[in-house]
Protein backbone atom coordinates (compact mmCIF):
# COMPACT_ATOMS: atom_id res chain seq x y z
CA UNK A 1 0.00 0.00 0.00
CA UNK A 2 1.40 3.34 -0.82
CA UNK A 3 1.58 5.57 1.86
CA UNK A 4 -0.54 9.24 0.87
CA UNK A 5 1.09 11.06 4.04
CA UNK A 6 3.37 13.64 3.25
CA UNK A 7 6.66 13.26 5.83
CA UNK A 8 6.73 17.21 8.04
CA UNK A 9 9.68 17.90 5.69
CA UNK A 10 7.70 17.53 2.09
CA UNK A 11 5.42 19.58 3.25
CA UNK A 12 6.77 22.73 2.61
CA UNK A 13 7.77 21.62 -0.61
CA UNK A 14 4.02 20.94 -1.48
CA UNK A 15 2.72 23.97 -0.36
CA UNK A 16 2.46 25.76 -3.33
CA UNK A 17 0.75 23.08 -5.71
CA UNK A 18 -1.67 22.10 -2.34
CA UNK A 19 -3.18 25.17 -2.19
CA UNK A 20 -5.75 25.36 -4.20
CA UNK A 21 -5.74 29.08 -4.73
CA UNK A 22 -2.27 28.15 -6.44
CA UNK A 23 -0.87 31.95 -5.38
CA UNK A 24 2.43 32.39 -5.99
CA UNK A 25 4.84 34.13 -3.33
CA UNK A 26 5.61 37.04 -6.07
CA UNK A 27 2.96 38.48 -8.63
CA UNK A 28 3.00 36.25 -11.79
CA UNK A 29 3.85 37.71 -15.05
CA UNK A 30 0.71 37.93 -17.11
CA UNK A 31 1.67 34.74 -19.47
CA UNK A 32 2.64 31.37 -18.26
CA UNK A 33 6.25 30.35 -18.78
CA UNK A 34 7.22 25.88 -19.58
CA UNK A 35 10.11 26.83 -16.99
CA UNK A 36 8.02 27.09 -14.61
CA UNK A 37 5.82 24.68 -15.42
CA UNK A 38 8.23 22.40 -15.51
CA UNK A 39 9.74 23.35 -11.89
CA UNK A 40 6.39 23.18 -10.22
CA UNK A 41 6.24 19.62 -11.78
CA UNK A 42 9.56 18.88 -10.53
CA UNK A 43 8.70 20.31 -6.92
CA UNK A 44 4.98 17.93 -6.95
CA UNK A 45 7.24 14.86 -8.19
CA UNK A 46 9.94 15.19 -5.82
CA UNK A 47 7.44 16.08 -2.84
CA UNK A 48 6.42 11.91 -2.87
CA UNK A 49 8.17 10.30 -6.22
CA UNK A 50 7.28 6.58 -5.60
CA UNK A 51 3.41 7.40 -4.99
CA UNK A 52 3.08 9.76 -8.11
CA UNK A 53 5.30 7.16 -10.18
CA UNK A 54 3.00 4.87 -9.31
CA UNK A 55 -0.44 6.84 -10.44
CA UNK A 56 1.94 7.79 -13.48
CA UNK A 57 2.61 4.37 -15.18
CA UNK A 58 -0.51 3.08 -14.18
CA UNK A 59 -1.72 3.73 -18.50
CA UNK A 60 1.42 2.58 -20.24
CA UNK A 61 0.79 -0.73 -17.51
CA UNK A 62 -2.99 -0.87 -18.73
CA UNK A 63 -1.93 0.15 -22.15
CA UNK A 64 0.51 -2.20 -22.69
CA UNK A 65 -1.90 -5.40 -21.17
CA UNK A 66 -4.41 -4.23 -23.87
CA UNK A 67 -1.67 -4.47 -26.25
CA UNK A 68 -1.30 -8.52 -25.67
CA UNK A 69 -4.39 -8.79 -27.27
CA UNK A 70 -3.87 -10.38 -30.91
CA UNK A 71 -5.11 -8.41 -33.83
CA UNK A 72 -7.30 -5.69 -32.20
CA UNK A 73 -4.96 -5.27 -29.08
CA UNK A 74 -3.43 -2.14 -30.21
CA UNK A 75 -6.69 -0.56 -31.56
CA UNK A 76 -8.31 -1.00 -28.03
CA UNK A 77 -5.50 0.05 -26.27
CA UNK A 78 -5.50 3.67 -27.93
CA UNK A 79 -9.39 3.80 -27.32
CA UNK A 80 -9.26 2.84 -23.11
CA UNK A 81 -6.06 3.68 -22.13
CA UNK A 82 -7.07 7.81 -22.35
CA UNK A 83 -9.54 6.42 -19.70
CA UNK A 84 -6.71 5.34 -17.01
CA UNK A 85 -4.95 8.70 -18.29
CA UNK A 86 -7.49 10.52 -16.54
CA UNK A 87 -7.85 8.03 -13.60
CA UNK A 88 -4.44 9.10 -13.25
CA UNK A 89 -4.98 12.74 -12.99
CA UNK A 90 -8.03 12.56 -10.92
CA UNK A 91 -5.96 10.64 -8.61
CA UNK A 92 -3.17 13.70 -8.15
CA UNK A 93 -5.47 16.48 -8.05
CA UNK A 94 -6.83 14.01 -5.04
CA UNK A 95 -3.60 13.55 -3.28
CA UNK A 96 -3.09 17.34 -4.22
CA UNK A 97 -5.86 18.91 -2.74
CA UNK A 98 -6.73 16.14 -0.39
CA UNK A 99 -3.60 14.25 0.93
CA UNK A 100 -4.64 11.07 -0.66
CA UNK A 101 -4.84 9.45 -4.21
CA UNK A 102 -8.55 7.92 -3.72
CA UNK A 103 -8.80 5.28 -5.86
CA UNK A 104 -12.10 4.31 -6.19
CA UNK A 105 -13.06 7.85 -5.96
CA UNK A 106 -10.92 8.75 -8.63
CA UNK A 107 -12.28 6.09 -11.05
CA UNK A 108 -16.21 7.11 -9.72
CA UNK A 109 -15.02 10.81 -10.69
CA UNK A 110 -13.96 9.30 -14.55
CA UNK A 111 -16.91 7.35 -15.01
CA UNK A 112 -19.43 10.39 -13.88
CA UNK A 113 -17.77 12.33 -16.69
CA UNK A 114 -18.04 9.38 -19.32
CA UNK A 115 -19.85 11.17 -22.07
CA UNK A 116 -17.71 14.36 -22.33
CA UNK A 117 -14.67 11.99 -21.78
CA UNK A 118 -15.50 10.02 -25.62
CA UNK A 119 -15.14 12.92 -27.15
CA UNK A 120 -11.60 13.31 -25.87
CA UNK A 121 -11.17 9.66 -26.24
CA UNK A 122 -12.07 10.13 -30.08
CA UNK A 123 -9.59 12.73 -30.35
CA UNK A 124 -6.94 10.76 -28.88
CA UNK A 125 -7.48 7.96 -31.34
CA UNK A 126 -7.41 10.51 -34.05
CA UNK A 127 -3.77 11.53 -32.89
CA UNK A 128 -2.89 7.70 -33.03
CA UNK A 129 -4.39 7.73 -36.97
CA UNK A 130 -2.11 10.72 -37.51
CA UNK A 131 0.86 8.58 -36.33
CA UNK A 132 0.00 6.00 -38.43
CA UNK A 133 -0.21 8.14 -41.39
CA UNK A 134 3.42 9.21 -40.33
CA UNK A 135 4.50 5.40 -39.95
CA UNK A 136 3.20 5.49 -43.75
CA UNK A 137 4.77 8.76 -45.00
CA UNK A 138 7.81 7.35 -43.65
CA UNK A 139 7.63 3.39 -44.94
CA UNK A 140 4.69 2.95 -47.03
CA UNK A 141 1.36 1.63 -45.86
CA UNK A 142 2.14 -2.06 -44.95
CA UNK A 143 4.13 -0.07 -42.26
CA UNK A 144 0.78 1.99 -41.19
CA UNK A 145 -1.02 -1.74 -40.97
CA UNK A 146 1.53 -3.15 -39.06
CA UNK A 147 1.03 -0.36 -36.28
CA UNK A 148 -3.05 -1.09 -36.40
CA UNK A 149 -2.36 -4.84 -35.95
CA UNK A 150 0.62 -4.86 -34.09
CA UNK A 151 2.28 -7.04 -36.20
CA UNK A 152 5.73 -6.82 -34.83
CA UNK A 153 7.06 -9.23 -37.72
CA UNK A 154 5.76 -7.15 -40.72
CA UNK A 155 7.00 -3.39 -38.82
CA UNK A 156 10.33 -2.48 -40.04
CA UNK A 157 10.89 0.65 -39.58
CA UNK A 158 14.42 1.71 -38.16
CA UNK A 159 14.87 3.38 -34.39
CA UNK A 160 15.01 6.89 -34.99
CA UNK A 161 11.44 6.31 -37.76
CA UNK A 162 9.98 5.45 -34.73
CA UNK A 163 11.13 7.80 -32.97
CA UNK A 164 9.71 10.53 -35.45
CA UNK A 165 6.53 8.66 -34.85
CA UNK A 166 6.53 8.69 -31.27
CA UNK A 167 7.01 12.46 -31.83
CA UNK A 168 4.54 13.29 -33.78
CA UNK A 169 1.52 11.99 -31.75
CA UNK A 170 3.15 13.69 -28.52
CA UNK A 171 3.83 17.09 -30.67
CA UNK A 172 0.15 17.29 -31.82
CA UNK A 173 -1.55 16.06 -28.27
CA UNK A 174 0.04 18.74 -26.57
CA UNK A 175 -2.10 21.55 -27.71
CA UNK A 176 -5.15 19.49 -26.06
CA UNK A 177 -3.38 19.65 -22.71
CA UNK A 178 -5.80 21.48 -20.92
CA UNK A 179 -9.17 19.82 -22.38
CA UNK A 180 -8.99 17.23 -20.27
CA UNK A 181 -8.36 18.81 -16.47
CA UNK A 182 -11.35 21.39 -17.49
CA UNK A 183 -13.58 18.35 -18.32
CA UNK A 184 -12.57 15.90 -15.55
CA UNK A 185 -12.09 18.62 -12.61
CA UNK A 186 -13.71 21.11 -14.02
CA UNK A 187 -17.17 19.92 -15.04
CA UNK A 188 -17.33 21.12 -18.26
CA UNK A 189 -18.68 19.93 -21.62
CA UNK A 190 -16.96 18.50 -24.18
CA UNK A 191 -17.24 21.81 -26.50
CA UNK A 192 -17.03 24.14 -24.01
CA UNK A 193 -13.40 22.70 -22.86
CA UNK A 194 -12.49 22.49 -26.27
CA UNK A 195 -13.12 26.25 -26.44
CA UNK A 196 -11.65 27.02 -23.07
CA UNK A 197 -8.62 24.90 -24.31
CA UNK A 198 -7.97 26.61 -27.65
CA UNK A 199 -8.17 30.24 -25.51
CA UNK A 200 -5.81 29.05 -22.62
CA UNK A 201 -3.39 27.67 -25.79
CA UNK A 202 -3.64 30.89 -27.76
CA UNK A 203 -2.88 33.22 -24.34
CA UNK A 204 0.04 31.00 -23.58
CA UNK A 205 0.89 29.57 -26.64
CA UNK A 206 4.95 30.32 -26.19
CA UNK A 207 4.84 27.78 -23.08
CA UNK A 208 2.69 25.22 -25.19
CA UNK A 209 4.99 25.18 -27.79
CA UNK A 210 8.00 24.58 -25.37
CA UNK A 211 6.25 22.07 -23.96
CA UNK A 212 5.24 20.04 -26.99
CA UNK A 213 9.08 20.28 -27.97
CA UNK A 214 10.56 18.64 -24.88
CA UNK A 215 8.01 16.29 -24.55
CA UNK A 216 8.13 15.06 -28.62
CA UNK A 217 11.94 14.95 -27.64
CA UNK A 218 11.48 12.85 -24.26
CA UNK A 219 9.06 10.42 -26.04
CA UNK A 220 11.68 10.14 -28.92
CA UNK A 221 14.21 8.96 -26.17
CA UNK A 222 12.53 6.56 -25.52
CA UNK A 223 13.22 4.21 -28.21
CA UNK A 224 16.79 4.66 -27.66
CA UNK A 225 16.54 4.14 -24.03
CA UNK A 226 12.99 2.43 -22.77
CA UNK A 227 14.02 3.21 -18.90
CA UNK A 228 13.67 6.87 -19.40
CA UNK A 229 9.67 6.33 -19.45
CA UNK A 230 10.11 6.17 -15.45
CA UNK A 231 11.27 9.75 -16.11
CA UNK A 232 8.86 10.80 -18.58
CA UNK A 233 5.24 9.28 -17.26
CA UNK A 234 5.50 11.03 -13.79
CA UNK A 235 7.05 14.33 -14.75
CA UNK A 236 4.52 14.21 -17.75
CA UNK A 237 1.35 14.03 -15.56
CA UNK A 238 2.95 16.52 -13.18
CA UNK A 239 3.25 18.78 -15.71
CA UNK A 240 0.32 18.54 -16.82
CA UNK A 241 -1.18 19.25 -13.59
CA UNK A 242 0.72 22.65 -12.85
CA UNK A 243 0.19 23.39 -16.06
CA UNK A 244 -3.46 23.39 -15.75
CA UNK A 245 -3.19 24.57 -11.92
CA UNK A 246 -1.04 27.22 -12.89
CA UNK A 247 -3.50 29.09 -15.65
CA UNK A 248 -6.48 28.17 -13.43
CA UNK A 249 -4.56 30.78 -10.48
CA UNK A 250 -4.73 33.05 -13.59
CA UNK A 251 -8.12 32.90 -14.77
CA UNK A 252 -8.76 33.78 -11.22
CA UNK A 253 -6.67 36.91 -10.53
Same mark, same amino acid.
Given at each position: ??????????????????????????????????????????????????????????????????????????????????????????????? +??? =? &?? $????? @??? #?????? !? %????????????????????????????????????????????????????????????????????????????????????????????????? +??? =? &?? $????? @??? #?????? !? %???????????????????
Amino acid at each position: MVDCHLKPDEDARMDRLADTRFIPVSPAPARASAYGWLRDAVRLWRAHPFGVTGVAVVPIVFELLFQLVPGVGIVASKLLTPLATAWSFAALDAR +VRR =G &AY $APGAS @AGL #VLSRWK !P %LLGLIALSFGLFCVQCAVAAWLGGPAQAVALVTGDLAAFTLGRAEIAVVFASGALLGTPLMFALPRVLLDGLGLRAALLDNLRLVRRHVHAVIAIGL +VTA =G &AV $ASVVY @APW #VMLIIL !P %LGLCTGYAAYRDVDRRDAR
